[in-house]
């Protein structure tokens, strides 16, 4: 588990592209969401209600959500890497950066489901 | 009087780095930063660092002057006195040897990793390897880099990443065979060049343009890598 955690990742070219992908759609959602709250300015609890229960808005959410998994994934582990190393605080630094990653991954996976689980009132 | 403010350190002697204030008189002249360490070693024969050529083509003296790297010899003091103080300091991120002086062991091994020399296996020609005037063009920006290092030791990327980021330098270096129309061993440097760390560690923050003493764009270099590889892999 520990070593699937420390290992999986995506060559160089897919990690870039997948950071650029996911960022347009984290973007796409921002606007999204900040046009919708300005175009209702008086926005009631039936208003969003009626927007959140639209199967197409759920996709959207659960795609962004899954957009800020593979993004913040990349990201942090492109962080952990550069920081938690070695080089920079010794030898306990794989071991730490492992359990890092591991809770990241854990975390990540938890958003991911507890999202489902609103979406769909599970 | 300037008040000039240096890196010391002997490892022979000293249990941990200083910094040593000398008192400089530079007569009103505009002086590059190199006569500067000249006339001080005078003062002080102790006092250690590179240099060769002393007009910006060997790319021995490579210092951090006052917060930015840059070649001592090409540095006038208008450029690098703040305050009336200079602050001359080793290049950072790479081991000390003494004073000014560095270890430039891991720089050059991540050089060699890209291979600098072309590869062509096809029979040589009688004469020479011909190439067309824009071929050649291609090659303007980059084949200029004289490896003093002052990019790659500017690096983020690399102060945290030497042994696996290739650095601005080795990159920069890696474009000028990718573009060379006289290399054919295109796919073999990509396939080297393909893994999250060696490109990729770029962030795109530019430090490398801003303190390259030759005026050269690194940058734009590592973005025509990633895009071949971005090529490659789709």
């Known amino acids: 588990m520990m070593a699937f955690f420390a290992r999986f990742t995506f060559t160089g070219p897919s990690n870039w592209i997948i950071q650029r992908i996911t960022a347009i759609v984290m973007a796409a959602y921002l606007f999204f ?14 208003q969003w209600s009626a927007l959140n229960s639209l199967l197409s808005m759920r996709i959207f959410t659960l795609v962004t959500i899954a957009a800020v998994a593979f ?8 962080v952990l890497s550069d920081y938690i190393t070695v080089r920079l605080i010794g030898p306990k630094a794989n071991g730490l950066r492992n359990v890092l990653q591991l809770g990241l991954g854990f975390i990540i996976l938890l958003y991911l489901v507890w999202t489902i689980k609103i979406l769909w009132g599970l | 009087m300037l008040n000039v403010s240096i890196y010391r350190y002997n490892p022979e002697v000293d249990a941990e780095p200083y910094m040593q204030d000398f008192e400089f008189d530079a007569q009103g002249k505009d002086l590059m930063v190199l006569d500067v360490l000249e006339k001080l070693k005078i003062q002080d024969p102790s006092l ?11 790319g021995s003296d490579g210092v951090n002057i006052s917060g930015k790297n840059g070649l001592a010899c090409i540095t006038p003091l208008s450029e690098a006195v703040k305050g009336n103080k200079l602050v001359i300091r080793p290049l950072p991120g790479l081991p000390v040897i003494r004073d000014l002086v560095i270890d430039m062991g ?22 020479e390897r011909l190439q067309s ?12 880099c004289i490896l003093c290092a002052c990019c790659s030791t500017a690096c983020p990327s690399f102060w945290w990443n030497p042994e696996k980021f290739i650095g601005p330098s080795g990159l920069l270096q890696a474009y000028r065979f990718l573009a060379d129309s006289r290399d054919t061993a295109t796919e073999e440097r990509l396939a080297n ?10 962030h795109g923050i530019m430090n490398c343009v801003q303190v390259c003493p030759k005026g050269l764009n690194p940058t734009k270099a590592i973005g025509h890598i990633r895009n071949m590889l971005i090529r490659r892999a789709t």
């Open chain 1, 71 to 78: 993004h913040a994934w990349i990201g942090m582990r492109c």
């Open chain 2, 106 to 127: 891991q720089f050059y091994a991540q050089y060699e990793k890209i291979q600098p020399y072309i590869i062509n296996n096809s029979p040589v020609p009688a004469i």
């Open chain 2, 133 to 144: 005037p824009e071929e050649r063009a291609k090659l303007d920006g980059l084949y200029e």
């Open chain 2, 193 to 202: 060049l393909d893994d999250p760390f060696s490109v990729f560690r770029c």
């Open chain 1, 33 to 46: 969401i900040v046009g919708f709250l300005m175009t209702n300015p008086a926005l009631t609890y039936d």
């Open chain 2, 48 to 58: 250690v660092f590179r240099r060769s050529c002393r007009e910006g083509v060997c």
